[in-house]
């Protein structure tokens, strides 16, 4: 049974930071191409960043570039996203994503607010 278990979310001032972290089960983990994706209160889900089975080739949304860094531990079954730099549009509900067969985690808040 796959499981994609995301903690790490929380109330961080603008300029903070936070650690998402995403642990997996149920699949081969080291094989699985890993997302991480957010939504917004009255917007539509949308793309952070992800990242190869290796982790040697990762993307990100513009709106993150250079203040989000997505990594994995293979060793582990742990994807972690972290974010620098925190500004209020970035809050929103994080959720870690399997690709082929989709799968989504039920997702952490994050809140950016002063």
């Known amino acids: 049974q796959v499981q994609l278990v995301e903690s790490g979310g929380g109330l961080v001032q603008p300029g903070g930071s936070l650690r998402l972290s995403c642990a997996a089960s149920?699949?081969?983990?080291?094989?699985?191409?890993m997302s991480w994706y957010r939504q917004a209160p009255g917007k539509e889900r949308e793309f952070v960043a992800d990242?190869?089975?290796?982790?040697?080739?990762?993307n990100y949304a513009d709106s993150v570039k250079g203040r989000f860094t997505i990594s994995r531990d293979n060793a582990k079954n742990m994807v972690y996203l972290q974010m620098n730099i925190l500004k209020p549009e970035d809050t929103a509900v994080y959720y870690c994503k399997l690709s082929q067969p989709d799968f989504w985690g039920q997702g952490t808040q994050v809140t950016v607010s002063s």
């Open positions: 149920g699949f081969t983990f080291s094989r699985s191409f």
């Open positions: 990242i190869t089975r290796t982790g040697e080739t990762t």
